[in-house]
């Protein structure tokens, strides 16, 4: 086991529940000749076990003196190192049916998600530890508090599946929240129905830029009475009403 202070700015807390690590694994189900890309390698906990059955792995990992452990410990012709930061890096020059796991840093897993939906044409699947406040938002359903911004966005570019809960010992050092793991899948193009995707995008912000209020005042920029009446959309209700596919519908309106 590499040892090593755990980095603040990196959000770093490593999984050592062994226990934990077999059931990641289990749900992964890792195939030998997966193309498969971790990020956030860390200590290693999921490094090794994935590496006693593939082929080669490549990691993607922002702490260079991480990066130095990892390339004393295991050969290049079974690890790539990618020493750079996930949010910038380019997933699609890894080639296409990408199979991606990570314990991903908590204080940036949102825009870091998102990073990750621009690649989706590439990816299989992806399986992800994260806050589990977050994967409650991520699977959230409409007109549940947990359902926003995060869950439309999401939900129109990937199936996805609230796998189980990870509890804070399972770490070290232990963090103050509960974590989770969630499995994507990519949905396929031909399902994805947004017209100008940049539109629909910018319609989600707003409508939930103002969770409290309705979509007649948050969307008004964009429509009209008449134009909610064409919709069949009730001008009163919270943006956590409506469905994925109803704020598409609206988007395509507007194109």
């Known amino acids: 086991m590499m040892r ?99 314990n991903l840093p908590y204080n940036i897993s949102t825009p870091l998600l998102f990073h990750l939906s621009q690649f989706s044409e ?29 869950s439309v966005m999401l939900q129109y570019r990937f199936d996805m599946e609230y796998v189980f809960e990870v509890p804070a010992e399972s770490f070290r050092p ?19 129905m947004a017209i100008d995707e940049a539109l629909f995008s910018r319609i989600v912000l707003t409508a939930f830029s103002q969770r409290r209020k309705t979509l007649r005042n948050t969307l008004q920029q964009f429509l009209t009475a008449e134009d909610f009446s064409a919709l069949e959309i009730d001008s009163g209700l919270r943006a956590e009403n409506l469905s994925v596919d109803k704020f598409v519908a609206i988007a395509n309106f507007l194109t």
């Open 174 to 192: 232990q963090p103050k929240v509960e974590s989770a793991i969630v499995r994507m899948i990519p949905r396929p193009a031909s399902s994805l």
């Open 122 to 150: 590439h990816i299989m699947d992806m399986h992800f530890m994260l806050q589990k406040e977050v994967v409650e938002r991520m699977v959230g359903v409409p007109a549940t508090s947990d359902y926003g911004r995060l």
């Open 4 to 102: 090593h202070n755990p980095r603040k700015r990196f959000g770093q807390n490593f999984l050592v529940d062994q226990h934990i690590i077999a059931q990641i694994i289990t749900e992964f189900y890792p195939q030998k000749d997966d193309r498969i890309i971790e990020i956030g390698p860390g200590l290693g906990a999921l490094t090794r076990p994935l590496l006693q059955v593939i082929d080669h792995l490549d990691v993607v990992e922002i702490d260079r003196d991480i990066v130095d452990k990892l390339k004393n410990e295991f050969p290049c012709e079974k690890l790539t190192i990618h020493t750079a930061d996930a949010m910038r890096f380019d997933f699609s020059m890894l080639g296409s049916q990408l199979r991606i796991i990570g």
